[in-house]
């Protein structure tokens, strides 16, 4: 039999980052608890700042009955003489019935004790309030905090909570809160609690007491509203995923309202604005003809028929944080882009001084511009020495993540080389998994001086990542290199570079840094894994040739006829696991008896002494020798009684077996 459930979980308002955060975790954790207890059903999350609701149309309301099976000792040692022995009695009292209860099952290696146990399923009320202390304990917001005289503890006190069964009331309690069917409001409409008989009412009471209860609601809500308000001013807002993601779940009856600040404020560079409106006060930015317009949109939660009170309240707090970025902006205009305050600040213990980061950069700027032949290489060095630059700005110091951004705009009012500021604003790119990357070859060479050191550095100083934990985001920083050697083409060998650069640096096992990177490409190419690593098996480290490799072979391995392709390929790796690849592969013509090997031979010599303009041209050329490759296995015996016309044979499939490994290492690939 199955009846509607509803658990209501009241608190304080949830502060919406780490609630967010640990969102996507929640009906993972409640489903695991149903599970476990053998009541699994589906059910819906709902969320305002004040409540979580975990909502079931048909919840069972008892377990279902099982069964346990109990397998005890063998035959031999239950039952001697005729009789049961004390291993029969023990197993007998364990499952709780008389011994004589007892039976022998054969599971195939002879009979053993065994007892099929039927468990009468519990009604499910008896559970719910276990269940529901299990799942807020499962919870990990971060943070948490005691209240009153408790000592356990939880993302904010908790106030009010319900366990409904339709329409009975399931006695339980949480951190000292017990189960009634109560519940509460918007503020604005009541500070006091109302009631409901079942779940149905608890619903419409909600929205009658100004609660929409449902986040998408809310979200929908707000956008609609926004597209209101564009409509009506002839403007667009940016919508913020993240910020929106925010503002739901801050509020519980959402109103766009469109608001202004002085116009003076646009002085300052958009970002700026936008991101103290966003951290700050959690406003959206108005553009118009992509252009940034002195208004921004608040998302209220007030219930009122006015809110020219609140557009004006939000007005008169928006304005201080603007100046106070006015007055950042103008004394780092009147100080200048200087990178001397860099000496006294620290990079990480034992690694020196940012100033000194800087210093190691630009070596390796300077070491990358000779191997892509860049010849700005005083441009590059100065750029790389003002990178950093604007840390020791006031505007950074308040708002960190425009680091980069504001030596950008700083730079320019210095009247710096385009080439530079441009630098300066991409040096952190990519910035996330789906960022873009530098727009220029010279933004990407600081941008990957940038972040070679810091894998360099930290992996000396043994700040290696470890299973989940990366703080110092190495992996995206290795990534960003991969990618940005990806994206414009650029033939650098890894191996080779962190060698050259090895001098820099103390303590630096290459080996450890060179299978990390090697690591990232896994999450680059999303391919058969064993076609990157047969592309890494044939010491490729250039990073570009090793997108152009696998991006030419793994179409042939998806194709319908790798599996007749491989079988000839592995047959090629196995003639020659045990040639001496050290010693120089000879092959003499004279030795030849057949044709098979003579036709090997001049289909290969001409792939080797052709000059392909791709990757795949050579590809295709290589799988082509399948034919002949057949013909000599079939026709030709490898292990010649003539020592010397069978090393020749192996040396002729051991260098057909060396063309291919040129691209990749075939017999590496699987299906």
């Not at 276990?130 to 917001?141: G, K, P, R, T």
């Not at 930290?458 to 994206?487: C, H, M, N, Q, W």
């Not at 057949?594 to 031979?601: A, C, G, N, T």
Request: proline content about 3%; overall charge negative; aromatic content about 12%.
């Amino acid at each position: 039999m199955f009846k509607p459930l509803l658990i209501e979980i009241g608190v304080e308002e949830l502060p919406a980052v780490p609630f967010l955060q640990e969102l996507p975790n929640i009906k993972k954790r409640w489903s695991e608890i149903l599970e476990k207890n053998r009541v699994l059903c589906s059910f819906e999350l709902f969320y305002t700042p004040r409540r979580l609701v975990l909502w079931h149309k048909e919840f069972s309301i008892k377990q279902e009955d099982s069964e346990i099976e109990n397998i005890g000792a063998p035959k031999t040692i239950a039952f001697k003489d005729g009789k049961f022995t004390q291993a029969a009695i023990g197993f007998a009292k364990k499952c709780g019935v008389e011994v004589e209860d007892l039976e022998f099952k054969d599971f195939g290696k002879g009979e053993v004790l065994y007892y099929k146990n039927k468990v009468e399923g519990v009604f499910a009320k008896e559970l719910l309030n276990s269940m529901v202390n299990e799942f807020i304990a499962s919870l990990n917001f971060g943070k948490s905090m005691r209240w009153g005289s408790r000592t356990d503890s939880f993302i904010r006190p908790i106030r009010f909570f319900s366990m409904m069964l339709d329409n009975e009331l399931i006695a339980g309690e949480i951190f000292g809160i017990k189960s009634e069917n109560i519940s509460y409001g918007h503020r604005m409409e009541s500070y006091e609690p109302f009631s409901f008989s079942n779940c149905g009412e608890y619903f419409c009471k909600l929205d009658k007491y100004g609660v929409v209860l449902y986040q998408d609601e809310r979200r929908k809500k707000i956008l609609e509203q926004i597209k209101d308000i564009e409509a009506k001013h002839n403007v667009q807002v940016e919508l913020d995923l993240a910020l929106m993601d925010e503002v739901v779940a801050i509020t519980e009856y959402p109103t766009a309202l469109l608001g202004k600040f002085d116009e003076e404020f646009l002085e300052l560079p958009s970002e700026v604005i936008v991101t103290s409106m966003k951290e700050n006060q959690r406003y959206f930015a108005v553009y118009k003809d992509n252009k940034l317009l002195n208004n921004f949109v608040v998302v209220s939660n007030a219930l009122t028929d006015d809110f020219g009170y609140i557009i004006s309240g939000n007005e008169k707090v928006l304005r201080p944080r603007l100046a106070d970025a006015m007055f950042f902006y103008r004394n780092d205009i009147k100080n200048g882009l200087k990178n001397d305050g860099l000496k006294n600040l620290l990079f990480v213990e034992g690694l020196g001084t940012v100033y000194e980061k800087c210093e190691r950069e630009a070596k390796i700027a300077l070491y990358l511009a000779d191997i892509l032949k860049v010849d700005d290489k005083k441009l590059l060095e100065k750029a790389v020495m003002l990178s950093k630059a604007d840390l020791m700005s006031e505007m950074v110091y308040e708002f960190t993540e425009l680091q980069g951004l504001m030596g950008y705009y700083y730079s320019k009012i210095e009247k710096y080389d385009s080439k530079i500021s441009l630098a300066l604003k991409e040096q952190y790119l990519p910035s996330g998994e789906n960022s873009e990357l530098p727009s220029t070859v010279f933004s990407s060479i600081v941008a990957m001086s940038n972040k070679i050191d810091n894998l360099m550095a930290l992996f000396s100083a043994g700040k290696i990542p470890t299973g989940s934990k990366d703080p110092f985001a190495l992996r995206r920083a290795a990534l960003g290199i991969v990618k940005i050697a990806i994206e414009h083409k650029l033939n650098i060998d890894y191996k080779e570079i962190f060698k050259s650069l090895e001098s820099l640096y103390k303590n630096l096992d290459l080996k450890v840094l060179n299978e990390f990177i090697e690591e990232r490409f896994y999450k680059i190419f999303d391919v058969n894994p064993t076609v990157l690593k047969a592309v890494l098996s044939s010491d490729e480290s250039n990073m570009y040739k090793i997108y152009q490799k696998v991006t030419a072979l793994n179409p042939i391995v998806e194709g319908e006829n790798f599996k007749d392709y491989s079988a000839t390929f592995k047959r090629v790796s196995n003639i020659v696991k045990d040639v001496n690849f050290n010693n120089t592969l000879k092959i003499d013509e004279k030795l030849f008896e057949q044709d098979e090997e003579r036709d090997l031979y001049s289909a290969f010599m001409k792939i080797k002494d052709t000059k392909f303009a791709s990757f795949e041209e050579e590809i295709d050329e290589l799988f082509a020798l399948k034919a002949k490759l057949d013909g000599f296995f079939e026709k030709v015996f490898v292990n010649h009684e003539d020592e010397n016309i069978k090393q020749n044979r192996k040396n002729l499939i051991a260098s057909v077996y060396l063309g291919f490994k040129n691209i990749a290492d075939i017999k590496e690939i699987t299906l």
